[in-house]
């Protein structure tokens, strides 16, 4: 069965330090990942996404993601983290074994950046 | 570009009455799908149309739970009767298309809380 895991449940940076946050994934065949972003009361932003080729996936606001093959991880990373940064991360697999497309989340990073 | 639209944004219900959602996906995506978020968790797939066509309704809670999408563009999701369990928010979100590289729009969600 295809599963996500976010191993923290809160990351803590400070303002213009990198920050990164975790995802392990696990599939049967070809993974295709992607992360979101949620801002209280909003609904999901998508950030990134990898399918194939680079292995570091740029994205949105900043954001950059890294595929590990070997170690089956796809963390997302930024350069200088921004108090705007501060939200709720998920990290997604699609589920390609059957005919359904959905994405499987993990149960989400709280990213919180101080000034 | 319109985003995906979803009403109500919040419902209070009391146990075992009815309720019902309304999404309107972004125009020309043919793809929809209805997630569960219960607090702390990610969204889980609920049900997934391709069209007006059901793909994967497989944790859908049938005994309770329907959907619909008759005319491949609007959708609505009912619970009847709800249960206590059921308090979470309601994602909608769609897709241009089925294939498996094509990101997800979701939708602000509708917060449900059942007293």
């Known amino acids: 069965a295809q599963s996500v895991a976010q191993p923290e449940d809160q990351v803590n940076v400070a303002e213009g330090n990198p920050l990164t946050v975790k995802c392990t994934y696990s599939?049967?065949?070809?993974?295709?990942l992607f992360w979101y972003v949620q801002y209280p009361n909003r609904g999901l932003q998508f950030l990134l996404k990898y399918i194939t080729g680079d292995n570091l996936v740029k994205g949105s606001y900043g954001f950059e993601a890294e595929f590990n093959k070997s170690q089956t991880s796809f963390h997302l990373k930024k350069p200088s983290a921004l108090v705007s940064d501060s939200a709720l991360y998920f990290c997604a697999v699609r589920d390609n074994g059957q005919a359904g497309t959905a994405l499987i989340f993990g149960k989400g990073t709280t990213l919180s950046v101080s000034s | 570009e319109a985003g995906v639209a979803q009403s109500p944004r919040y419902k209070i219900i009391e146990k075992r009455q009815s309720v019902a959602f309304w999404c309107n996906p972004i125009s020309g995506h043919a793809t929809l799908y209805w997630y569960q978020q219960i607090l702390g968790q990610g969204p889980k797939l609920l049900i997934q149309?391709?069209?007006?066509?059901?793909?994967?309704d497989s944790q859908l809670p049938k005994d309770r739970f329907s959907a619909e999408r008759l005319k491949g563009v609007d959708s609505t999701l009912k619970i009847q009767p709800a249960k206590l369990e059921d308090s979470a928010v309601y994602l909608c979100a769609s897709s241009l298309k089925r294939d498996n590289s094509y990101e997800q729009y979701f939708g602000p969600g509708t917060r449900l809380t059942v007293t």
């Open positions: 599939v049967s065949g070809n993974p295709y």
């Open positions: 149309f391709q069209n007006n066509g059901v793909v994967d």
